[in-house]
């Protein structure tokens, strides 16, 4: 079981940054990739970014290309997420996640609250 713990949430003006976090413990010798996501109120979880560590390039969700940089630290079991000229669409929870390789999106944090003002 990999356990994933996220920081850096916060508010935040439109057009400002934040930067997340994410630690990963436990079994991190089976993560095989690892993602942010984001649940705004009433709406479905919706991918934002997400990395195979072997690979170490990230793909992105169509809505936050361009704005969002997500990296990764394999020596420290971390993952970031970068976001600049945040948009009030952008206010949700966002969770990190990981997954074996060929698996499903399994471990999941506690989620970071975001949120952008106009």
């Known amino acids: 079981q990999v356990q994933l713990v996220e920081s850096g949430g916060g508010l935040v003006q439109a057009g400002g940054s934040l930067r997340l976090s994410c630690v990963a413990s436990g079994r991190t010798s089976d993560n095989f990739a690892m993602g942010w996501f984001r649940q705004a109120p009433g709406k479905e979880r919706e991918f934002v970014a997400s990395i195979i560590w072997s690979a170490g390039i990230p793909s992105y969700g169509d809505s936050v290309k361009g704005r969002f940089t997500m990296s990764g630290d394999f020596a420290k079991n971390t993952v970031y997420l970068q976001m600049n000229s945040l948009k009030p669409e952008d206010t949700a929870v966002y969770y990190c996640?990981?997954?074996?390789?060929?698996?499903?999106?399994?471990?999941w944090g506690q989620g970071t609250q975001v949120t952008v003002s106009s």
């Open positions: 996640s990981s997954r074996r390789s060929g698996g499903p999106w399994s471990s």
